[in-house]
């Protein structure tokens, strides 16, 4: 079926960034997921992987601003939150289609797989620091109220096994008071 999915990869060069340190950020993504009913589908070292739109009744345009509200809320809080010296993150989004399923018989989990997944860690391997970076396929669904934050970041990105696409970025100006308060 059809989900929105994102990557959140976060580091850091200071001594402060360790397991513990990750744990906790990770923690802190996790609270925020919850908020916006994004699902946390593993950790890979410091990278994130979530998704939203299996078994949801909301549009596509509604999972996937709820995904970009999530974003926005872990640049613009976590990380600073996280007080870590240096932390930067960077977040890909895309959607279509995927599956999931639960593989293996030992220690057996659930997993997404497809081109969207692909696609997704691709947007987050090539983003910028402290950039959310949105696929074109992300970008056509935006609803009204973040079409102003999201622009074209320019020239296309070549990507690894893609080749060159087009992609955009959700701006760093987005007004917190624009997004729940989460009391973190």
């Known amino acids: 079926g059809f ?21 906790a950020t990770v923690q802190a993504i996790e609270q925020i997921m919850k908020r916006f009913e994004v699902m946390k589908v593993k950790t890979i ?36 939150e996280m007080k870590i010296p240096n932390l930067w ?29 692909n696609t997704a860690s691709r947007m987050t391997s090539t983003a910028p620091e402290d950039a959310i970076q949105l696929s074109s396929s992300a970008n056509a669904l935006i609803l009204p109220r973040l079409r102003e934050y999201v622009h074209a970041a320019g020239e296309p990105v070549v990507m690894k096994g893609k080749g060159a696409m087009e992609v955009y970025h959700v701006d760093n100006t987005i007004p917190i008071d624009h997004l729940p308060d989460l009391g973190l």
């Open 45 to 80: 070292g410091s990278t994130v992987m979530l998704v939203s739109g299996i078994d949801d009744p909301r549009t596509r345009q509604e999972q996937l601003s709820g995904v970009i509200d999530a974003a926005m809320m872990v640049r613009a809080v976590v990380m600073p």
């Open 89 to 117: 993150c960077r977040i890909g989004i895309h959607c279509g289609p995927c599956f999931g399923a639960v593989i293996g018989g030992n220690g057996a989990i659930f997993d997404l797989f497809g081109d969207t997944v």
């Open 3 to 23: 989900a929105v999915l994102m990557f959140v990869k976060f580091s850091s060069t200071d001594p402060a960034f360790t397991p513990t340190t990750i744990n």
